[in-house]
């Protein structure tokens, strides 16, 4: 396990060592979002009956910022390791592939976690928010976190550069979090679209992670929570089988 | 070391620091590796040389684990790399051929991260050692971007020993690094052999492989063209070169065919061995010509490494 812990731990202080880059700027871009969704949408828009559009946008917003950090996390650390050849570092010495797994995943849950947290409780400087179901609220944020961590592992492996890496950042991960009901709830969208973001995993992360405050969602908790631990264990078994191959690691 | 044939000993008493059976890579259309038989035993000092190209870090890569042999078995200390490889890595340290290193730690974190993914929790004295005898102690704090290519290759040095693994490979260690520094290390490397550490070395300094290690392997196009200590390598693969300065300049015919070039007025001449000597100044006597000046001249690895990369 001193493996692994170190391997966790090196990787906690690498985000931690540019926390002005990694932590303090997502949550000066995530409150200028609230600041301005807010100030234009809350007189205009309500989704649910007794929750105003700040508190409905502020989950949301944390829940976003939580899954782009985590994916940025693990994805940002593994493909700068392989640019710069320092990956070997990590491969000449007897870690498990496993090993490799859990610790890119449990700091990228971190890294999601502080920045989340960030967010949340500058939220609260916006509106009161009160958290009705919190194991609800802690299991979409791990799950979510954890499965952009995977996926963060998975995109730095496939690319060979820092630019395949971006197109996978920006053409993927940004659509599907912006298109995920952080900004509203499905149910205004036309049946089409409300089609197309059931087919979104994020979306069942963002709806159910709002439950665990509100107490009310789009769709049942249970049903997302199903959904989120499926994709969750489909993508640490690829990352797993990707890892234990070497595949763009060991040549 | 000596080339095998049979298939590799499942466990031996003292088994062999670096096995290496029919190892086979390919990349592409470039076959890297064809056939690779190799073992080098506990304690020694041994060399891998061979043009760019040649396979050298290939193979160290697979047995180090960064790369995957296509197909062929190796082990270190008798673990498997593949099916025992945690043994297999804790068995060997590697210095990269590439200067690498990661921006974001100082030297002392670098090094305490190494530790720990070997599984050693408080390794500070050693490291403290190891910063010590690489002459980076005032540098344990300081980032590794900040430092010198050759404190940042001292540095490498350091991460690969941090775990005392008994088998050391430095894959070109002293590339690019100034003499003084390339002498300390030597030293270091050299103490760390005489204390029962296998170290394996790839270098283009051949004179430090001639210096340092008592066998080498030469490869060319992924094979083994020559494997034997470097005393016999030597002996066998290269003669002496007689250098005569002549009155009058002109050779016997009796000597041509001994002869490999002339260089102004001295003729050069190849000889498989100094007992020819008495018989060139015999025939020199004969010839009624006299010689000015007379030197023998040995060969050197360099001399037998050019010999078999030309063949």
């Not at chain 1, 000449?92 to 995943?105: N, R």
């Not at chain 1, 009160?130 to 952009?148: D, S």
């Not at chain 2, 260690?173 to 002498?183: C, E, F, K, S």
């Not at chain 2, 340092?212 to 060319?220: P, T, Y």
Request: aromatic share 10%; proline share 4%.
């Amino acid at each position: 396990m001193t493996g692994l812990l170190t391997l966790f731990y090196k990787e906690l202080l690498r985000f931690w060592k540019v926390s002005l880059q990694t932590v303090l700027s997502p949550l000066v871009t995530t409150l200028l979002y609230l600041l301005i969704f807010s100030h234009v949408l809350e007189s205009h828009v309500q989704v649910y009956s007794e929750v105003n559009y700040t508190a409905f946008l502020v989950p949301g917003l944390v829940m976003m910022a939580m899954l782009q950090n985590a994916f940025s996390n693990s994805s940002s650390s593994l493909i700068q390791s392989k640019m710069t050849g320092n990956i070997v570092f990590m491969l000449l010495p007897p870690l498990a592939y496993w090993e490799f797994f859990v610790a890119y995943v449990a700091a990228s849950v971190a890294r999601g976690a502080v920045v989340g947290l960030g967010v949340g409780l500058a939220g609260l400087w916006f509106v009161p928010l009160t958290l009705a179901h919190p194991l609800w609220m802690l299991a979409f944020a791990v799950l979510g976190c954890a499965i952009l961590g995977a996926a963060g592992i998975i995109a730095s492996l496939w690319a060979d550069n820092y630019d395949q890496m971006a197109a996978v950042q920006n053409f993927i991960i940004v659509p599907l979090t912006f298109l995920s009901g952080v900004f509203y709830s499905i149910h205004s969208l036309p049946p089409f679209w409300q089609a197309v973001s059931h087919a979104n995993p994020f979306f069942y992360l963002i709806d159910g992670f709002r439950y665990g405050f509100f107490g009310v969602s789009d769709v049942s908790p249970l049903l997302a929570l199903t959904i989120v631990a499926t994709c969750f264990l489909a993508l640490s078994l690829a990352t797993l089988l990707l890892l234990k191959s070497g595949y763009k690691l060991r040549k | 070391m000596t080339s095998r044939n049979c298939c590799l000993q499942p466990e031996l008493v003292t088994p062999a620091a670096i096995e290496i059976h029919q190892v086979h890579k390919r990349f592409g259309s470039v076959q890297a590796l064809c056939g690779i038989d190799l073992t080098v035993q506990q304690g020694e000092f041994f060399a891998l040389l061979g043009p760019n190209g040649a396979g050298k870090s290939t193979l160290i890569n697979i047995l180090a684990g960064l790369a995957l042999a296509d197909s062929g078995r190796l082990a270190v200390l008798g673990h498997d790399v593949r099916a025992d490889y945690r043994q297999a890595r804790r068995s060997i340290g590697v210095v990269p051929q590439e200067l690498v290193y990661d921006a974001f730690f100082t030297v002392r974190e670098m090094l305490r991260f190494q530790s720990g993914y070997f599984g050693i929790r408080n390794n500070k004295a050693w490291i403290d050692e190891l910063l010590e005898r690489l002459a980076l102690t005032d540098k344990a704090d300081a980032y590794v971007r900040h430092l010198s290519g050759g404190m940042k290759r001292r540095v490498l040095v350091a991460q690969a020993l941090v775990h005392k693994p008994p088998v050391i490979v430095l894959d070109e260690p002293t590339a690019g690094v100034d003499v003084a520094l390339r002498q300390s290390l030597w030293a270091f490397i050299r103490r760390l052999n005489q204390q029962g550490h296998t170290i394996v070395l790839t270098t283009h300094y051949l004179e430090e492989a001639e210096a340092l290690c008592n066998r080498v392997a030469m490869l060319k196009q992924g094979q083994v063209v020559a494997l034997d200590t470097t005393a016999n390598l030597l002996s066998r693969h290269a003669g002496i070169q007689l250098r005569l300065k002549i009155t009058p300049p002109c050779l016997p015919d009796a000597l041509q065919e001994l002869s490999c070039g002339r260089d102004g007025e001295v003729f050069k001449l190849s000889l498989h061995h100094h007992a020819e000597l008495e018989n060139v100044l015999a025939v020199l006597r004969e010839s009624g010509v006299e010689v000015e000046d007379l030197e023998v001249v040995k060969p050197d690895l360099e001399d037998v490494f050019l010999e078999l990369v030309k063949s």
